[in-house]
């Protein structure tokens, strides 16, 4: 069966059963995609590696960096 026609059958399943309908398939797959790679990100700080783009830029707003002294 392929990924169309068990869409369809569960969107007919739902009608039947007055629930909402599935989401179409593939409707979220950047946000997939996007929290699979935001996890990694957020591993990789906890493993002490450097975090990169979106997810640097929120701690940065929660952890501002200190000031450096000067002399």
Request: hydrophobic content about 35%.
């Given at each position: 069966?392929?990924?169309?026609?068990q869409?369809?059958?569960?969107?007919?399943?739902?009608?039947?059963?007055?629930?909402?309908?599935?989401?179409?398939?593939?409707?979220h797959?950047?946000?997939?995609?996007?929290?699979?790679?935001?996890?990694?990100?957020?591993?990789?700080?906890?493993?002490?590696?450097?975090?990169?783009?979106?997810?640097?830029?929120?701690?940065?707003?929660?952890?501002?960096?200190?000031?450096?002294?000067?002399?």
């Amino acid at each position: 069966m392929s990924i169309t026609q068990q869409y369809l059958l569960d969107t007919h399943r739902a009608r039947q059963l007055g629930e909402p309908g599935p989401p179409a398939p593939g409707a979220h797959d950047w946000q997939v995609v996007r929290e699979w790679h935001d996890r990694r990100q957020f591993q990789a700080v906890l493993a002490g590696r450097p975090a990169r783009s979106r997810l640097r830029r929120a701690l940065r707003r929660w952890w501002p960096r200190r000031p450096r002294a000067l002399g």
